[in-house]
């Protein structure tokens, strides 16, 4: 292990990494083949200077992404409701295929004339109001 205390910068944490492997008999050009970290900026830097492969770890990067969407991003949806209800069968026809039209316009549908009675049209939709 290797411990670290304080600011340290990504050159500095390269020697620091090479130094203690070297006291295993592993060398950096030799044996290691790649190195897999989170995505802080300084282990990004760190991974770029390092003279294997480098990869950033998937699973930190959706953790951190997890936690932008459930902690900092917060994104309250409010439900909004449309209700378009015909009217009884009682009325004359010529009322009925007004209101057909009407559903139809306020729905972007087309209705044959008769095809919409006795229907209730309920449409529920959420809009993203963004709370910073």
């Known amino acids: 292990m290797l411990r670290i205390s304080g600011s340290f ?10 130094t ?9 050009k030799k044996h290691i083949v790649a190195c897999v970290t989170d995505g802080a900026s300084m282990i990004v ?3 770029k200077i390092m003279s294997c492969e ?13 936690c932008d969407v459930l902690y900092n991003k917060q994104i309250y949806l409010e439900e909004n409701t449309v209700e378009a209800e015909d009217k009884s069968h009682e009325e004359d026809n010529g009322e ?5 039209e ?4 306020a729905l972007d549908l087309e209705f044959e004339s008769g095809v919409g009675t006795d229907a209730l049209f309920h449409v529920t939709y959420a809009e993203k109001k963004l709370h910073n």
Not at 96 to 100: C, F, H, K
């Open 45 to 47: 830097k760190f991974g």
């Open 102 to 105: 009407d559903l139809d316009k």
């Open 54 to 66: 480098y990869h950033l770890c998937y699973a930190h990067a959706i953790h951190l992404a997890v």
């Open 9 to 18: 910068s990504a050159e500095n944490c390269v020697q620091a990494v090479e």
């Open 96 to 100: 009925t295929e007004e209101l057909v």
């Open 20 to 28: 203690k492997l070297q006291e295993f008999g592993i060398i950096t």
